[in-house]
């Protein structure tokens, strides 16, 4: 990779030497007195911020449909502990992407782009377009699968998913966007409820959790793709831009750096929670033999479980899809907005600025809704099958974008003293390795597989 050029380390240690507010941001608008303690009550601005959003909009369509699909075709065991492991990672992840937007005032696309050069900039930018598009058409997907349990017509379903996406782009202020955000996060937990209801062991759970069995019975390549699929649902490229970016279009700085670290954990909490939760209220289905695949053009897995867990349970489970789905949108499309918008230089990129003054950031936002939306609709698509593909795709891709962020992470002369420790950086390391090895892994099991070579 290109060595950094000292006009990036001028630019960088620029903004470590006293701007408090970041250069990069006072083009948007923002101002250094809007400080995060001043816009929220402490204790509300713990569970509102960049952080949390990431963690919970990850908990997002194909992810919950990935963890239910896990629950309803393995049942409890070896994968809920799993998906504890995954959170953990994704804390790791994110809460260096925080610490480096904060550190520098710059978003992630910005930062490679200049620390890495043209090429690896706009490569990781369009890496991120393309994965971006196939989960938002699956976050469409989600609505549409949550909404279809209440009668709503596709195309209705698929119009409220672009609307609100148009509304948190015109809401005029990155914090009127932030709160719209994180007050649908907050029906996360409509999972939790349903997992309840489902009526699960106690001993099945406690067991799965302190022994990590019973593993699962299925082929190599069926446990490879259910495997990636889970990774993928929480360590995602699109998480890193947007917690970065997002960051500094929320105003933080190094003084915020505990603050971020606080949200981003308490967000990875709050999501492993809600993410076993649905696991675990998928797992009637798992005991009562259900064949998912009979549900895939209808409204899913509420419409399966309506008549084991009744009927409000099921409703909760559709609402529940409407929200991961509404929340991801949001957060998915401002990763995209942000990442394209960094790369033209003078162009606005920031939810503080009017769509007339930053017009590819918002039409990017919203166009990518649009464009989700139109697919969607295209009679005959495999729905389910398209959302536990997205999360693969996802873990494919992401060892590029980790490598990126540890080296940037790691770098004394971008960081300063906020540099990764050395612990920190041997856990990042070991993420990537492990992301890679299980996308690699049932890539090649894959590829061995349709040339009629079976391994195992």
């Not at 240690?13 to 006072?26: E, K, P, V």
């Not at 690699?440 to 597989?449: D, E, M, P, R, T």
Request: aromatic share 8%; charged share 10%.
């Amino acid at each position: 990779m290109p060595a950094p050029s000292d006009v990036v380390f001028a630019e960088v240690q620029g903004d470590l030497c006293g701007h408090a507010g970041g250069i990069a941001r006072a083009a948007d608008g923002l101002a250094a007195k809007k400080r995060i303690g001043l816009r929220l009550p402490a204790l509300a601005a713990l569970f509102v911020g960049p952080g949390a959003l990431a963690m919970l909009g990850e908990n997002d369509g194909p992810s919950m449909l990935s963890y239910a699909t896990s629950g309803a075709t393995y049942g409890l065991g070896f994968l809920l502990p799993f998906i504890v492991l995954t959170f953990a990672a994704a804390y790791v992840v994110q809460e260096m992407a925080m610490r480096l937007g904060a550190v520098t005032g710059r978003g992630y696309g910005e930062l490679v782009f200049q620390r890495f050069g043209r090429f690896w900039g706009w490569t990781s930018t369009a890496d991120l377009a393309l994965t971006n598009l196939i989960t938002m058409i699956t976050e469409v997907i989600a609505i549409r699968l949550g909404m279809g349990f209440f009668g709503v017509p596709a195309w209705a379903a698929v119009a409220c998913a672009v609307l609100l996406v148009a509304i948190g782009s015109w809401a005029g202020r990155y914090s009127s966007w932030e709160r719209l955000a994180a007050g649908l996060a907050v029906f996360n937990l409509l999972f939790v409820v349903v997992a309840i209801v489902a009526r699960p062991s106690a001993h099945d759970i406690a067991n799965a959790m302190a022994t990590w069995n019973p593993l699962p019975k299925a082929t190599v390549p069926a446990f490879l793709l259910i495997l990636a699929s889970n990774i993928g649902a929480t360590v995602t490229p699109w998480m890193l831009f947007f917690q970065q970016s997002a960051s500094v279009d929320k105003g933080m700085t190094r003084r915020d750096i505990r603050h971020g670290r606080q949200n981003t954990a308490i967000g990875a909490v709050i999501a492993a929670v809600t993410g076993c939760a649905a696991l675990v209220a998928a797992t009637p289905l798992f005991n009562h033999h259900i064949d998912m695949s009979r549900y895939q053009g209808g409204a899913g897995f509420a419409e399966a479980l309506r008549p084991i867990i009744g009927a409000p349970g099921a409703a909760l489970f559709a609402v529940g899809l409407v929200e991961a789905g509404a929340v991801a949108m949001l957060t998915i499309s401002a990763s995209s907005a942000y990442s394209i918008a960094e790369l033209i230089s003078g162009a606005g990129r920031s939810f503080n600025v009017s769509p007339a003054q930053a017009p590819l950031f918002h039409a990017t936002n919203v166009g990518i809704a649009v464009l989700a939306g139109i697919v969607v609709l295209i009679p005959g698509a495999p729905l389910l099958t398209l959302s536990l593909n997205a999360n693969l795709l996802a873990t494919i891709l992401m060892p590029a974008s980790l490598v990126f962020l540890l080296i940037m992470s790691s770098d004394r002369q971008i960081m300063g003293a906020n540099v990764n420790g050395r612990t920190k950086t041997v856990l990042g390391v070991a993420i990537a390795v492990l992301v890679a090895l299980a996308g690699s892994a049932y890539a090649a099991v894959g590829f061995l597989g349709a040339l009629g070579i079976h391994p195992f």
